[in-house]
């Protein structure tokens, strides 16, 4: 857990430096050479920095240790980390969609003329986006190592960023020739690309938070490995809680009746390894609970009275 607390570490505190010193330049450079696409690009970097700055302290606290009111720790507040980067992603793609509405209302009232377009701001795009590549390949691959789903967030909001300045630029050339119209429509389709993944990252998150299974497959996966112990004559139920990268389960399963408490025992301690073994740095807990089939509850009641 140290080590890769250490590679989240890096991560966000990689991307948070990256966000400040391009937030600076593209408002700097909007603001001088008059450009609004790359001034609106340099307050959304502004905004980045914002989130990554809640995103760190909020990963912080998620490291803390285990206490009386948080008995298996506070690993689910990396799942809040993430809906706090889906929520800005939603306001970004908001804030993009209006100004490309309203940049295509100003062209057409000033008749198509326009002298924002400066290769000097396409070269501050063209910066923008190839630091943006190597902040997403770093930030996907720290998540791969780390499963953590606040980095998941950033490395698709680093993608939001991509097709932004990608858009900026290709304005640019688009307003030397003459296409004024195909900028903010540009914008507008760009707009609705980071709206679907804010969506698809808050789903994600809040699946996480309700404790949903990761996959169809997870739940006969489990059935299949505690069913492979010969004296396991059924499993009932599955139920799943998720802290950071790691499961809970709690399972209840069916044995021979006639079996005696501490042969009970050692089939669940046994069921408990295979899991283990299995689904080796995954699970960080399974609890079993084991009783005999419902017909066999039944007859013992009957022989009883």
Known sequence: MRERKKIVDSAV?????????????????GIIWRSQALLADGINSSADVVY?????ILLKLAGKPADKEHPYGH????????????AFVLTTAVSVFWYSINSMKEIINSNGHDSSGSYLVMSVALFTVFSKIILYLYTKRSYQLTRNPAL????????ND??????????????????????????????LFILKTGI?????????????????????????????????????????????????????????????????????????????????????????????????AELSKIGES
Do not use: C
């Open 152 to 159: 998941k967030a950033l490395a698709s909001d680093h993608i």
């Open 200 to 296: 698809e990252i808050i789903k994600d998150s809040s699946a996480q938070l309700m404790d949903t299974f990761p996959d169809k497959d997870f739940r006969k996966e489990i059935s299949s490995v505690v069913t492979s112990h010969e004296q396991v004559l059924a499993v009932d139920d599955i139920g799943i809680h998720r802290f950071g990268p790691k499961f809970i389960l709690n399972i209840s399963l069916q044995i021979n009746g006639s079996l005696s408490v501490r042969e009970g025992d050692n089939i669940s301690d046994e069921v408990e390894a295979k899991l283990y073994s299995y689904y080796e740095n995954t699970l960080s807990k399974v609890n079993i609970h084991y009783h005999p089939p419902k017909q066999d």
């Open 52 to 56: 990554y700055a809640i995103v760190k």
């Open 162 to 191: 991509i097709f932004a300045s990608v858009s900026v630029s290709i304005g640019v050339v688009l307003t030397k020739i003459g296409y004024l119209w195909v900028d903010p429509l540009a914008g507008a389709f760009v707009a």
């Open 75 to 86: 690993l689910q507040l990396e799942s809040i980390a993430s809906l706090v980067v889906g």
């Open 13 to 29: 505190d990689l991307g948070l430096g990256a966000n400040i010193f391009l937030a600076l330049i593209k408002t700097f450079a």
